[in-house]
């Protein structure tokens, strides 16, 4: 399973990579992996607030329907057009070309209750 | 081979039924009249038939086949129930005749309440909700009404993990919040999960028992005591009824709202045959908010509906409930009587042992303990051949059994539900079915992924079907 040493998790399975201000959210291998084949995302539109711990956007695979979780507080500044085209990059380069959202942070120490990938690798028992 | 779609038959003047030729004024404004003709398939009547008779005998039906699928109930309907709502009485009353003129509707459906109402151990019953789901949201808009008349409305309900999808909808579409419950390995709920959760703030507790695992849940009394000290209602699924006829009664276990699946438990057609039923049923304290009409006896014996209900939430459909549902439930109830009933929850439950038994060291049971109505197995060892339990289920429609429930409750299960109305030779022609796919699994695992081979349609691809809709031409 793959879990990048860059990026930051929450429990509920999505990640954080951060640049200045901005944080770029995704699912994680492990994931998209249990959801299987995902066939319908549902993104957050720029300028929504979101709020950390709280559903914001829908990920559908043909095994289950799943919320995801804002991991960070703040204003919705992007949503990846391209993965709603075409929602299998979440399955083929989940930490890439199938990032979710991205957000302006609110409050940056959020990031600090995020996991580490040694601590997320532990909580799904790699 | 495909038959060819009506829209691929269609051929310009053919028709079905020749309408006559009218030049009368139309009552509609210009605005809404149609310029052009639907473009609907034009085809005669014998090829509508033919098409459709010979899609149908691509179906699988508890008419055609064993159809083992947990938690639906998919017993035999037996065919006295279609004559009984057939009879003219029933079948060509209008819904708007007045009730002195349907004494004999309305005999039944008042009969059913109380049929209901005893075989549940609630005090009164209303036949308005269309289905299961329905009948969840009837019997939380009664909550939200029941707290609201107390003067403290409540925001939170609680639901266990392993609860039917519907639960925590209905509740939602009723404006509560969604409390889960977690699940413990025995497949129990406990009362020490549910304490730290229910507070005063709790409208109600929504639980199926037996639990979707198919195991009873022996702590409900306590978890029944603990609601009630709170204020909050107790809320009894009965997607799984058919383990308790006659043999315990959610009234009796504390339960304040139930709601009944007639097409399940009652056998009433359902999955495609159907509309179905979910008459709810509660606690006197609760009667009050029942939709309303409600139908009532008069003194002189004659039925009628009450319409003052000032409490109550309200009409949930149009006229009441699908009637002729209520007929064929009502046909089913009186044919068995409080010992057939008791009878066919008791073989339902054996059926579901005796298969969960003789599967055991293949696919041994999620839990040691007996079950009820339904067995949930494990399919282990199945990633090691690079399987999932979506193979094990299109592999036995090859074995002409329609697939159990899979992959829910939990991963990788199969929720076999057999029903009371199987013989002996078919639940052992099915277990047999079983092993041989379980040795297919250690050897054959080809066959396990490309089935199903002996379908008229192959292996669908669900994904591609998925992110490429395509609801028309």
Redesign the interface.
């Known amino acids: 399973m793959s879990i990048p040493n860059d990026l930051k998790f929450a429990a509920s399975h999505e990640w954080v990579r951060m640049e200045g201000d901005i944080a770029t959210v995704g699912i994680s291998d492990h994931a998209q992996k249990e959801l299987t084949d995902i066939v319908f995302v549902e993104l957050p539109s720029a300028g929504r607030q979101v709020e950390a711990g709280k559903e914001c956007a829908v990920v559908e695979s043909v095994k289950a329907a799943s919320d995801i979780y804002a991991p960070v507080s703040g204003e919705i500044t992007a949503s990846n057009d391209e993965l709603t085209a075409n929602p299998a990059l979440a399955n083929t380069d989940p930490y890439g070309k199938g990032w979710f959202f991205k957000v302006k942070l609110a409050n940056k120490a959020e990031l600090d209750k995020l996991l580490d990938p040694a601590a997320y690798g532990k909580s799904i028992g790699e | 081979m495909r038959p060819p779609l009506l829209n691929e038959q269609s051929k310009p003047g053919l028709q079905a039924v020749a309408f006559p030729v009218t030049n009368d004024p139309v009552d509609l404004p210009a605005e809404h009249r149609r310029q052009t003709p639907a473009p609907l398939p034009e085809v005669a009547e014998v090829d509508v038939v033919r098409h459709f008779t010979i899609l149908s005998k691509d179906n699988f039906s508890v008419d055609t086949h064993f159809y083992p699928l947990g938690s639906c109930t998919m017993k035999y309907n037996p065919k006295v129930n279609e004559y009984v709502s057939a009879l003219p009485g029933f079948a060509q009353l209008h819904p708007l005749q007045p009730a002195s003129h349907a004494q004999g509707a309305m005999r039944l459906i008042f009969e059913l309440e109380q049929m209901l109402g005893e075989i549940c151990g609630m005090d009164a019953f209303t036949l308005q909700p269309a289905a299961g789901a329905h009948g969840e949201l009837t019997g939380m808009l009664i909550a939200r009404a029941a707290h609201l008349a107390r003067g403290k409305p409540r925001r939170k309900v609680l639901v266990p993990s392993s609860a039917h999808g519907t639960n925590p909808a209905s509740a939602r579409l009723a404006g509560f919040q969604i409390v889960t419950v977690p699940g413990a390995p025995d497949g129990l709920l406990h009362p020490d999960q549910v304490a730290p959760l229910i507070d005063e703030d709790t409208a109600a507790i929504m639980l199926t028992n037996p639990n979707t695992l198919g195991v009873f849940e022996e702590h409900i009394l306590e978890i029944a005591r603990m609601a009630h000290e709170k204020g909050a209602l107790l809320y009894y699924d009965g997607a799984n009824l058919n383990a308790l006829l006659g043999l315990c009664r959610p009234g009796d276990m504390g339960f304040d709202i139930v709601h009944v699946n007639l097409h399940k438990t009652f056998s009433t057609p359902h999955g495609g045959g159907g509309p179905g039923a979910g008459p709810v049923g509660v606690k006197k304290h609760l009667a009050p908010f029942l939709p309303s009409p409600r139908a009532q006896q008069n003194p002189d014996g004659s039925f009628s509906w009450q319409h003052n209900l000032p409490q109550s939430i309200g009409k949930m459909r149009a006229f009441h409930g699908n009637f002729s549902v209520l007929a064929r439930a009502y046909a089913y109830i009186r044919a068995l009587g409080w010992e057939g009933l008791r009878a066919a929850s008791r073989a339902a439950i054996i059926h579901a042992n005796y298969i969960k038994k003789q599967l055991e060291d293949k696919f041994p049971a999620y839990t040691n303990r007996p079950c009820m109505h339904e067995c949930v197995l494990m399919a282990n060892h199945l990633k090691e051949a690079g399987l999932t339990v979506r193979d094990i289920a299109k592999r036995i429609l090859d074995y002409g059994y329609h697939a159990p429930t899979i992959?829910w409750p939990i991963h990788d299960c199969l929720m076999i539900e057999p029903t009371e109305t199987e013989s002996k030779e078919t639940l052992d022609a099915f277990i047999s079915a079983m092993r041989k796919v379980a040795r297919e699994i250690e050897t054959e695992s080809y066959t396990l992924q490309h089935a199903p081979h002996h379908m008229p349609i192959q292996r669908v691809d669900?994904?591609k079907a998925?992110?490429e809709l395509r609801l028309r031409d």
């Open positions: 992959a669900e994904v998925a992110r």
